[in-house]
């Protein structure tokens, strides 16, 4: 009987130290959870912020952000699904709260991007579009929006190599896509990168695009770069090392 009551003081007094957290308080400490690559733990704080708080578009897309990329890691589809629609339902609501903020586009862009890539031809073509939205919207709204140029980069990367199928999946549902082009990606790639030099992942995709393009001696400059990074989000280990295995292959 002693123990449930302590437990149960414990609770309160720990609910109490939460609520007693401001919406921002706990959105700093989610960013310095972010920089520590401690997601998970940057993930709760997130969500911990929005009881306090639900309308914070911060939280919001931070939440989004994380959910986003904790799907990509995850190897069961279900998983997978499950995080990427949680990053959306994020999205929508800060869209709704702010439709004109870069962020909530971006991380919009990115859910939809996540899921089109797990999906079937006809989904994949129908979330095509709409990620090409948001991720011009971000960039509308913010220039100087580094990772939305990624995004529209491999956009333009996948739209440029759809199969047959998809391409006929396209033109039926849609009537085409928007053009998208192998020069367009090297393009939104390279503005993505003179924006902010420290996204790992954007030179790996770069590199391949290069590749594809023919551009060998400028891939293999582009994954040198990216092996001697700085770490900055958790996935950056491993991409580097996806980096580090196309460099050996080249060289």
């Given at each position: 009987?002693?123990?449930?009551?302590?437990?149960?003081?414990?609770?309160?007094?720990?609910?109490?130290?939460?609520?007693?957290?401001?919406?921002?308080?706990?959105?700093?400490?989610?960013?310095?959870?972010?920089?520590?690559?401690?997601?998970?733990?940057?993930?709760?704080?997130?969500?911990?912020?929005?009881?306090?708080?639900?309308?914070?578009?911060?939280?919001?897309?931070?939440?989004?952000?994380?959910c986003?990329?904790?799907?990509?890691?995850q190897?069961?589809?279900?998983?997978?699904?499950?995080?990427?629609?949680?990053?959306?339902n994020?999205?929508?609501?800060?869209?709704?709260?702010?439709?004109?903020?870069?962020?909530?586009?971006?991380?919009?862009?990115?859910?939809?991007?996540?899921?089109?890539?797990?999906?079937?031809?006809?989904?994949?073509?129908?979330?095509?579009?709409?990620?090409?939205?948001?991720?011009?919207?971000?960039?509308?709204?913010?220039?100087?929006?580094?990772k939305?140029?990624?995004?529209?980069?491999?956009?333009?990367?996948?739209?440029?190599?759809?199969?047959?199928?998809?391409?006929?999946?396209?033109?039926?549902?849609?009537?085409?896509?928007?053009?998208?082009?192998?020069?367009?990606?090297?393009?939104?790639?390279?503005?993505?990168?003179?924006?902010?030099?420290?996204?790992?992942v954007?030179?790996?995709?770069?590199?391949?695009?290069?590749?594809?393009?023919?551009?060998?001696?400028?891939?293999?400059?582009?994954?040198?770069?990216?092996?001697?990074?700085?770490?900055?989000?958790?996935?950056?280990?491993?991409?580097?090392?996806?980096?580090?295995?196309?460099?050996?292959?080249?060289?």
């Open positions: 009987m002693l123990k449930n009551v302590l437990a149960f003081a414990c609770l309160l007094l720990f609910s109490g130290v939460l609520y007693a957290q401001t919406a921002e308080e706990l959105v700093e400490q989610a960013l310095q959870q972010e920089k520590q690559m401690k997601e998970s733990a940057a993930l709760a704080l997130y969500k911990d912020a929005l009881k306090v708080q639900p309308d914070n578009i911060q939280a919001l897309t931070g939440a989004s952000e994380l986003s990329r904790e799907g990509y890691r190897k069961d589809t279900d998983e997978k699904i499950r995080n990427y629609d949680d990053a959306k994020y999205a929508d609501q800060a869209l709704k709260l702010a439709p004109e903020n870069a962020d909530a586009n971006y991380v919009m862009a990115v859910a939809m991007g996540r899921k089109a890539m797990i999906a079937g031809a006809k989904e994949k073509v129908a979330a095509s579009k709409e990620v090409k939205k948001y991720a011009e919207l971000a960039i509308k709204f913010n220039p100087s929006c580094a939305a140029y990624h995004v529209l980069g491999k956009w333009n990367y996948e739209v440029a190599n759809l199969n047959t199928f998809e391409k006929a999946a396209a033109k039926m549902l849609f009537g085409g896509l928007p053009e998208g082009s192998l020069s367009s990606a090297i393009n939104n790639y390279e503005k993505c990168r003179k924006l902010d030099p420290f996204i790992v954007n030179y790996l995709e770069l590199a391949r695009a290069y590749l594809e393009n023919d551009e060998q001696a400028k891939a293999i400059e582009i994954l040198k770069k990216a092996v001697s990074l700085r770490s900055v989000i958790q996935d950056d280990a491993d991409t580097k090392s996806q980096c580090k295995k196309m460099l050996e292959g080249l060289e």
